[in-house]
């Protein structure tokens, strides 16, 4: 699962650890681990980090199974500013693509930007499978098809035919009256679709024209915060619905406003968010 296929090219990842763990093409933090935080929080991650890195190396033999798994652990190790060499991992099969789903592209763009690859043929095709750039009509869709291409983008492959601002107003144009967003697989409007949304429209916090959307984004994750700093997930299921505290809810929460904090210069969105993570 290393090996290269003859339509892709080795390349420069240009910055691709802080692309896919911070949250995408936005300039380097200064430091590794955020520089906001406290010392005592910043050793806690950078232990956590490590702590993750050193499971599956030693407990899982460098075998690992899904594409995600191979994000967490690349990102992991860059962040803490340590060096893996995947080569020597059992990397996971890049996942196949549906067609019908924009997300299936985009986890094998980045599997395949990671292992070193540059999936010219795929960041076209999902091009091309858009409707003038609305890839979707569920907002996580719309937003991982976004996702891909800017990170694509970045790594040095052309998005000719891709269209920011229309995918934008697209994804967009799902928000509900509360900031939220509502994939076809939630009950209400959800923290953990509306994650994926902030990560989307992260490198475009300072665009004017989105500020209204982006400032109502931010406060559906105020609203939804519990007192312990937590997010719910709201669960639907054989006429029976309930909440939990979820850690996935949680960490897609802190993802996306960590990368809409880093996006942005606008001192009241950077104060409303960072008051939200410090909670």
Known sequence: CYMKNAHRKTGLRKGLAFILSVCLFIAPLSTPIEANASTTDQNKAANSLSSAVTYYSSVQNKQLSHWEELLAIYASSKLIGSTIDLSTWDLPVSPSIQTLLP?????????????????????????ASSNNNKFSTDPIDQ????????????AGISVSGY?????????LSMQKSDGGFQSIWDSRTAVDTTGYVAL??????????????????????????????????????NGAS????????????VWGLAAMKEGTNNSSLSTSISAIMSK
């Open 163 to 171: 269209q920011p601002t229309l995918a934008i107003e697209h994804l």
């Open 200 to 237: 989307a429209l992260a490198p475009y916090a300072n665009e004017l024209q989105y500020q209204k959307s982006i400032n109502s984004l931010v406060n559906f994750f105020h609203k939804e915060q519990l007192a312990n700093g937590g997010f719910n997930y709201y669960w639907s299921y």
């Open 242 to 253: 309930g909440s939990d505290e979820s850690a996935n809810s949680t960490a897609l929460a």
């Open 103 to 127: 997300k299936t592209y985009a986890s094998f763009i980045i599997s395949e930007l990671i292992k070193g690859y540059l999936p010219t043929t795929e960041v076209q095709a999902l091009i």
């Open 143 to 154: 937003a991982m098809a976004m996702l891909a291409l800017e990170i694509a983008s970045e």
